[in-house]
């Protein structure tokens, strides 16, 4: 199983991003997924979910109305529309399946700076 | 939506033991039975060590355990080793597809 994210790197404040996460070794299609950031030198926090069709999504309070978590399950990706980009975003962005209320699969990460 | 409360820190010997509290709410961890607990080495990505409060995934050591009691739940390393020194973070279910994870603690192995 591999998840590997791309689309990381420096943003003004106020400015968008989007991030993917590729995934093979695993039927992807089956499984929900969900994005989690760590802010340097701080703890992990859930970012947002989406459901295995993609037609379900939910979000953390502090992404809401400025995030939007997607799939291609034709693609095997997992994509993370980031807009309204803000200095406190800045983070590591992982991408993990969710299997039965755990994440158990993780990406390596991808940094995403949002200095001007 | 506030972060779980673990110790910033704990500390233990080789071969002592460390345990590791993580403290939410009625809403989540003392409603739900799906606490997970990940290790995290500095620069690299979690790994999934507890879930499900008490199971243990394929390969790691029966050494780690975990418990939980009302709104708290533990992690508890035994006869601690070196590789031992990593981030250890707590993860528990709040409902509606949302999850909450707690502030993370740096475990030391003296």
């Known amino acids: 199983v591999q998840l590997v994210e791309s689309g990381g790197g420096l943003v003004q404040p106020g400015g968008s991003l989007r991030l993917t996460c590729a995934v093979s070794?695993?039927?992807?299609?089956?499984?929900?997924m969900t994005w989690v950031r760590q802010p340097p030198g701080k703890g992990l926090e859930w970012v947002a979910h989406i459901s295995p069709p993609g037609s379900h999504t939910d979000y953390s309070d502090s992404v809401k109305g400025r995030f939007t978590i997607s799939r291609d399950n034709a693609k095997r990706s997992l994509y993370l529309q980031m807009n309204s980009l803000r200095a406190d975003d800045t983070a590591v962005y992982y991408c993990a399946r969710d299997y039965d209320y755990v994440c158990d699969y993780w990406g390596q990460g991808t940094l995403v700076t949002v200095s001007s | 939506q506030s972060a779980l409360t673990q110790p910033p820190s704990a500390s233990g010997s080789p071969g002592q033991s460390v345990t590791i509290s993580c403290t939410g709410t009625r809403s989540d961890v003392g409603k739900y039975n799906y606490v997970s607990w990940y290790q995290q080495y500095p620069g690299k990505a979690p790994k999934l060590m507890i879930y499900e409060v008490t199971k243990r995934p394929s390969g790691v050591p029966d050494r780690f355990s975990g418990s939980k009691s009302g709104n708290t739940a533990s992690l508890t390393v035994s006869g601690l080793q070196a590789e031992d020194e990593a981030d250890y973070h707590c993860?528990?279910?709040?409902?509606?597809?949302?999850?909450?994870f707690g502030t993370g603690t740096k475990v030391t192995v003296l």
């Open positions: 993860n528990s279910y709040a409902g509606g597809n949302t999850y909450l």
């Open positions: 070794g695993l039927t992807f299609s089956d499984y929900p």
